[in-house]
Each structure stands twice: as C-alpha cells, then as structure tokens.
C-alpha cells in the first residue's frame, strides 16, 4: 500500500500529515515542537523513516531535531554550527561590512544515498554538512570563501542559504542558492563553487548583470535531466539548459513573474509550476486569487490552476521552500501559505482542496512517498 | 542547591517540569557565581548549551535576561557571585526569554 507523509514547518511548530494512495482522507499530527519556528524538515531519501528538522527561535536559537521512526519519536542532536576560521564580513544592507553571524538553519538536504549525511544551509548565509545523523556540523567553507564572498548581501529576509540541490548522476555536483548573493555550483562534492548567474538580471544592484548579486529564490530540478534547472528569482523566473553555465527568462504569458516556489512534476520534466504574487511591495496574489501557474512546455507558456483555490480576497504569500510533488503515478502536487492552509492536488494542479486550512503561517512543506 | 525556573520553550526542551535544582559545590566558601549556575546547568542538560549563552562567545543571548532576588542579573559578568537567598535555595535564579508581543 502506497502513501504520502507531508511535513510541514510553520512559525509555530512542525505538523505531519498522512494519507494513504487515494490522498483523500488525511490525518494531521501535531504540532510538534510547538511554539518553535520551523523553517524547514526533511526526510531522508535512503531511509523515509529518517527526519531531519530544523527547529528555532531569536530567543534560544537553534535546534536540529532527528527521527527514527517517521516522526513518531524526535531526538534533539547537534545545534553548533561553527564557521571555519575567522568569519570576516559581508555586505550589509546599506553596502557597509557586517560580520559574518549564524542566524539559523533555513533548509536541510539529506544525501540521496546515506541517512546520516545531511546537509544544512544556514544564515548568515554557508554550507554545513553532517555525516553523523546530524550530532556534529562542519562548514564546508570553500562557498562562504568565495571570493565573492565579502561582497554578498542578504535579502529582506536575511543573507539565508535556502536552497541545496544534489545532482543525483554526477557523483558531487551540488547546487546553492542564497539571497541574494545568487547560485552556486560545486562538481567536488561542496570543495570549491563557482557563482552560475550569467543570464540573471536584477535591478536594485549598481551591475544588473553582476556575477553575484541577485535574489534568487528557488531553483528546482528533475532528477532525470539535472542539467535543466529552473528558477524563481525574486522577479522573473528563469531556466538553464547547461547546469547552470547560462539562464534564460521563461517567464512568458505569466500575470507577474515575481514570487518565491518553484517545483517540477515528478513524472514530467517540462511540467513546472509557480505561484506568481503581486510583486516585491505586495507579497500576495494578484487580485486576491489565488492561483498556481503550470506550463507544460518548460516555461513561457503558462495556464492558471483555480480549481478548488480561493478566487477573491485572498491574500496569503506562498514561501520559497512551501511546494513540493509527491511520485505516485499520478503526480501529487502540495503547497502551503502564510495563511496555514495546505492545499494538495491529486492530479497534477487540475484541482485542490486544502488538507488544512488553520494551521500557523507555513514556512515549508516537504513531501515523502511511501511505498 | 541552587534553583533555576526556565522559560517554557527551554523547559519543553530539556524535559523538566517545574523547577530545576542543581547541586553546586562553591569555589570559595558561600560563594558561587552566576557562571557557576549556568555551567551546571548546561552540563546537566547539554541540549540547553547555546539556547542561553551563545554557543562560541559564551555571552547571553540578546533575548534572554537573568533575574534574582528581584534583581536583573543580564549584564553581570559569569563571575559575579550569586545573591545569597539563590546559593541557600530559598530564592530561584530566575532564566527570561525577554517580553515580547503586544
């Protein structure tokens, strides 16, 4: 019997939500960690019975939590997340040097093979890695030493490393993306990186066309072609055929080509989705409707996906890493909002219904498919 | 025995109800410090390590505050000594997260 876990992170704890193949009956179990933020959970994809969460406040700062048992059970492990050597500084916001701080940990990435290898990308913005179940962090420095690296500045939400993809046919190609230095790719296993903006243009930076800089806020990838990826950057949403090498703009017939997701059917590798929002001013949906854009062309072409959204005063924002797919054949499509609902689509974006609609403000959702 | 009332976040955390009492031998004789109460109770529950003193500095973190004997304790340095209600056991040292909302 094949099912469907959702994790979910919100401002207010992390929440489980099952259901079996059908995806119409749905037990939600939470909140776990209540009254901590949780900006993102995992689970592994050699082990699904292996989460990894990130837990945190301002107040009492960072916490990783593991389980075992697919959430039946969680275990604090480590939480101190130390940059090598002496940090230096980056851009602040007005341009002046800002030592370089840990904030928290915005998004972990277990590796596709061992679930004790877990990668964390944090703010101020770097690159950690666990290879034991998380009990111990180490930075993986040659990203944060770029030496663009002083030049970086954070984005309205913080200098954040928010996105981690790991090509699963080139044994260690991995891709960053951090707000708002831009992406990154490393062909070593997180050694050595290399900015890939060429194509990106951005305004609001003295180059718009600066080989770092940009506000990237989501890069998604099909595992069967990982040298397509495709990428919502805080206005436009843009593709590369070359492993990141150059980007075109693919944003099209799309009412605005600002927002934060982006994801791609499981099954299709031109079948993408975005949640376009109003603009960088109006973090909410145009016209107060609430609707996904699919293309099913690998961009420019895009159509509206209302069926069973919200289509007037609506006026939630959709986060960067709050959309995922499920892999059942008929490809299972998730997102949650500000507003704490999770809508889910069993099939494919034709039509939505909320498997919750009251949770707290949602930061991420995840997806594991059970077999 | 020194008593430690923790907010409800690092209560949840460490899985204590109520207070948390720590046996503590002084340095000198009836002296210990607040650095003493703060080690104690970070060896005793290690998960709590970097949610009151930051992890590498060692300094309090900017939203926790440190009340005893109904004074603010947050800008004393680890080696001030702790009032003497708080080393007899008869006043709490008290961990804040610091007030917020509205």
Not at chain 1, 42 to 70: E, H, M
Not at chain 1, 155 to 180: K, N, Q, V, W, Y
Not at chain 1, 240 to 269: K, N, R
Not at chain 2, 57 to 69: E, L, M, P
Request: charge should be negative; aromatic fraction near 8%.
């Amino acid at each position: 019997m094949t099912g469907v876990r959702v994790l979910v992170g919100t401002r207010k704890g992390a929440f489980v939500l099952t259901s079996d193949g059908t995806r119409k009956v749905w037990d939600v179990n939470g909140p776990h960690f209540a009254g901590w933020e949780i900006y993102h959970a995992k689970g592994s994809p050699a082990d699904p019975n292996r989460l990894y969460v990130s837990q945190s406040t301002s107040w009492f700062g960072q916490q990783i939590q593991r389980s075992d048992d697919g959430g039946q059970s969680w275990q604090a492990v480590g939480h101190e997340f130390s940059y090598e050597g002496i940090p230096g500084t980056h851009q602040w916001y007005d341009g002046t040097p800002h030592p370089w701080e840990f904030a928290r940990v915005w998004h972990l990435e277990p590796s596709l093979h061992d679930p004790d290898t877990v990668y964390a990308g944090v703010e101020d913005a770097a690159l950690f890695r666990s290879a034991d179940g998380g009990q111990h962090w180490q930075e993986l420095s040659g990203l944060r030493n770029h030496q663009s690296g002083s030049s970086w500045q954070p984005g309205a939400g913080g200098m954040c490393l928010h996105t981690i993809l790991l090509d699963p046919t080139r044994e260690g190609r991995m891709f960053a993306a951090i707000s708002a230095a831009g992406a990154f790719r490393s062909d070593d296993s997180g050694e050595n990186w290399r900015p890939v903006n060429n194509g990106l243009h951005s305004e609001g930076i003295p180059d718009p066309e600066a080989e770092v800089g940009h506000c990237v806020h989501r890069i998604a990838m099909h595992p069967s072609r990982p040298d397509v990826l495709f990428m919502q950057k805080h206005w436009d949403v843009m593709r590369s055929d070359d492993a990141g090498a150059s980007w075109h703009e693919i944003s099209g017939d799309l009412p605005t080509d600002f927002g934060f997701p982006i994801s791609v059917h499981a099954h299709e590798p031109d079948t993408v989705y975005v949640v376009p929002i109003t603009s960088d001013a109006l973090h909410f949906p145009p016209d107060g409707r609430l609707r996904v854009f699919r293309s099913r062309a690998g961009g420019n072409e895009w159509e509206p996906l209302t069926d069973g959204l919200p289509q007037e005063n609506c006026y939630v924002n959709v986060l960067r890493d709050a959309m995922d797919v499920d892999t059942l054949d008929d490809c299972g499509v998730y997102f949650g909002t500000t507003g704490g609902q999770v809508y889910a689509s069993a099939d494919s974006g034709d039509s939505w219904s909320a498997i919750v609609r009251d949770l707290p403000a949602v930061l991420s959702v995840e997806v594991q498919t059970l077999s | 025995m020194i008593r430690v009332e923790l907010p409800a976040h690092l209560r949840t955390l460490a899985g204590v109800n109520g207070e948390v009492t720590l046996e503590l031998g002084p340095d000198a004789p009836g002296v210990v410090t607040l650095g003493d109460a703060l080690d104690a109770l970070e060896a005793r529950y290690p998960v709590l390590r970097g949610t009151i003193r930051d992890h590498h500095t060692g300094r309090r973190r900017a939203f926790v505050r440190f009340f005893a004997c109904k004074e603010d304790l947050s800008h004393e340095q680890a080696d001030f000594p702790l009032p003497e209600p708080v080393i007899a056991g008869s006043e709490p040292l008290l961990v804040v997260g610091a007030m917020a909302g509205g």
